[in-house]
C-alpha cells in the first residue's frame, strides 16, 4: 500500500551553535547570532590565504527518531587551500609539563 503520509512526521530540530575561541554552546535564535555570547568571538570564519568566507560545519546528532539535534562549530580549515583558520588567542591554557617544576 502506498502511503502518501507527506510530512506526517514532525521533527524537533534543535541548533545550537559552539563558539570557536571558548567552546560555549549557545541555542541558535532567530535571526542566526554571529557573535559568541559569552567571549564574543565571531562565528563567521575568513581564510586569510584565499580571503574567502568558510562556513560553518555542523555535526547532526538523533536522540529520537523524530529529534534532530544539530551542533554547528567553525571550521577549522580552509576546505579550498586547507590552511588554518584558529583565531588568534593570547589565552594560554595551563600546561602541563611545568619547565620549572622539579
Ligand atoms: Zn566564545
Ligand atoms: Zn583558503
Known amino acids: 500500500m502506498g502511503e502518501s503520509t507527506s510530512m506526517a512526521t514532525r521533527i524537533k530540530m534543535k541548533i545550537d551553535l ?3 575561541a571558548c567552546s560555549a554552546l549557545t541555542h541558535q535564535t ?4 554571529r557573535f559568541c555570547p559569552c567571549c564574543g568571538a565571531a562565528f563567521d570564519r575568513f581564510c586569510i590565504k584565499c ?3 568558510v562556513d560553518m560545519y555542523f555535526e547532526e546528532w538523533w536522540p529520537e527518531d523524530d529529534e534532530c539535534l544539530r551542533t554547528y562549530s567553525p571550521a577549522k580549515k580552509c576546505p579550498s587551500c586547507n590552511s588554518g583558520l584558529e583565531v588568534e588567542k593570547t589565552a ?3 600546561e602541563d609539563d611545568d ?3 622539579h
Open 18 to 20: 559552539q563558539c570557536g
Open 30 to 33: 532567530e535571526p542566526p547570532q
Open 51 to 53: 580571503r574567502k568566507k
Open 92 to 94: 594560554k591554557k595551563q
Open 99 to 101: 619547565e620549572f617544576a
